[in-house]
């Protein structure tokens, strides 16, 4: 994280939100996450895993939108897979989209960029204090509105559904 963002207190604990929410989900599917912290001169960081190849996003956009049936079905089981895998952590990615689904050059398919993950219980993932479960005024910009569940917006409590909705 460039150094002058990594002194602002919301960006950072955003950073390590990430990092934290990955890291405790072990499988195939979710971006391996090695180590996170600050350097000497406290610029943050997180070191994952290397991934070759691009993001469903740009994928479904090189296809004008659409993929074959058995492109559809494989990478559709292994998000599957992966987020059963996040919810039985009691995560809620809460910023699902195919721009935060990473398609390897093999073809196998990685969940990135848990920013914004929240616990589906009472806090958010190394929020110390507990009590911002929700998504209030400050922080619904850093949802993807096309993406985001009506419960979003109205506030209520993570669930994964939010997940399934997107």
């Excluded at 890291?23 to 943050?44: M, N």
């Excluded at 400050?138 to 949802?143: I, K």
Aim: proline share 6%; aromatic share 8%.
């Amino acid at each position: 994280l460039r150094r002058e963002l990594s002194q602002d207190p919301q960006i950072a604990m955003r950073f390590f939100n990430e990092a934290r929410a990955a890291s405790r989900v072990e499988h195939s599917g979710i971006v391996e996450i090695f180590e996170f912290g600050h350097l000497p001169d406290e610029t943050a960081y997180i070191i994952m895993e290397f991934l070759r190849g691009e993001p469903l996003s740009a994928r479904l956009r090189a296809m004008g939108g659409k993929l074959p049936l058995p492109d559809i079905i494989r990478i559709s089981r292994q998000i599957a897979s992966a987020l059963a895998a996040t919810h039985a952590k009691g995560i809620v990615h809460s910023d699902f989209k195919p721009g935060n689904v990473f398609v390897t050059r093999f073809g196998v398919i990685k969940i990135i960029d848990f920013g914004i993950a929240r616990a589906a219980k009472k806090k958010l993932i190394g929020d110390s204090d507990g009590d911002k479960t929700t998504f209030d005024a400050a922080n619904l910009g850093a949802l993807t509105p096309a993406y985001a569940s009506p419960e979003m917006f109205q506030g209520l409590e993570p669930d994964p559904r939010d997940d399934i909705f997107a």
